[in-house]
């Protein structure tokens, strides 16, 4: 099974800031199509932002972007708005298993 | 509209059973692979199970494989998850996914219900 660990677990920065998030992979992931990422915010479901390690889903804005491949992949958010202070997953498929990191939290600074 | 509407949700003993459902509506359920995913209460996210578009394929994380049925009925819009031999460590806000196939993400989630074993 393949272990995704996020880092850092928690970023404090201030509205306006760019906020990097790092998802690496134990394995080779074998297809950067099989990594996505996921807001949630607080008393929420979890919702798609980031799928095929790039692709935004539908209605997410460009300030949110997702790069990477292989074994570690980044989630940037290039200004921060209010709104995106949460929690972000990533989450991978391999071998008919899906896993999840355990999460950064992007809190106000 | 994409709704993922769950229920089913709540206490029951160690060793109960519960049958969580989840109604679907505002796109082609037919053509969707679906999922559970799961939230213990202060933690992460986790994977519970995913069935294929006619249920000729389903896959469960090993922590309920044997336990946990997952199941659908394309003619009513819904999804099941039966859970059995419950214990604590299955307390956890329970998520309906849309996704889990041949989309490996998962672009839709449900509200979640809530189940307690107590």
């Known amino acids: 099974e393949i272990v995704l660990t996020q880092s850092p677990g928690t970023l404090s920065l201030s509205p306006g800031e760019r906020a990097t998030l790092s998802c690496r992979a134990s394995?080779?992931?074998?297809?950067?199509?099989?990594l996505a990422w996921y807001q949630q915010k607080a008393g929420q479901a979890p919702s798609l932002l980031i799928y095929?390690?790039?692709s935004r889903a539908t209605g997410i804005p460009d300030r949110f972007s997702g790069s990477g491949s292989g074994t570690d992949f980044t989630l940037t958010i290039s200004r921060l708005e209010p709104e995106d202070f949460a929690v972000y997953y990533c989450?991978?498929?391999?071998?008919?298993?899906?896993?999840f990191g355990q999460g950064t939290k992007v809190e106000i600074k | 509209e994409v709704q993922l509407l769950e229920s089913g949700g709540g206490l029951v003993q160690p060793g109960g059973s519960l049958r969580l459902s989840c109604a679907a509506s505002?796109?082609?359920?037919?053509?969707?692979?679906m999922s559970w995913v799961r939230q213990a209460p202060g933690k992460g996210l986790e994977w519970v199970s995913s069935?294929?578009?006619?249920?000729?394929?389903?896959y469960y994380a090993d922590s309920v494989k044997g336990r946990f049925t997952i199941s659908r009925d394309n003619s009513k819009n819904t999804l099941y998850l039966r859970m059995d031999r419950l214990t604590a460590d299955d307390t956890a806000i329970y998520y309906c996914?849309?996704?889990?196939?041949?989309?490996?993400?998962?672009?839709?989630w449900g509200r979640g219900t809530r189940v307690t074993v107590s």
């Open positions: 095929g390690a790039s």
């Open positions: 989450q991978q498929y391999g071998r008919s298993r899906w896993t």
């Open positions: 069935i294929s578009l006619v249920s000729d394929s389903t």
């Open positions: 505002g796109f082609a359920f037919t053509n969707s692979a």
């Open positions: 394995q080779n992931i074998s297809s950067s199509y099989y």
């Open positions: 996914a849309k996704g889990g196939g041949v989309k490996p993400h998962f672009d839709n």
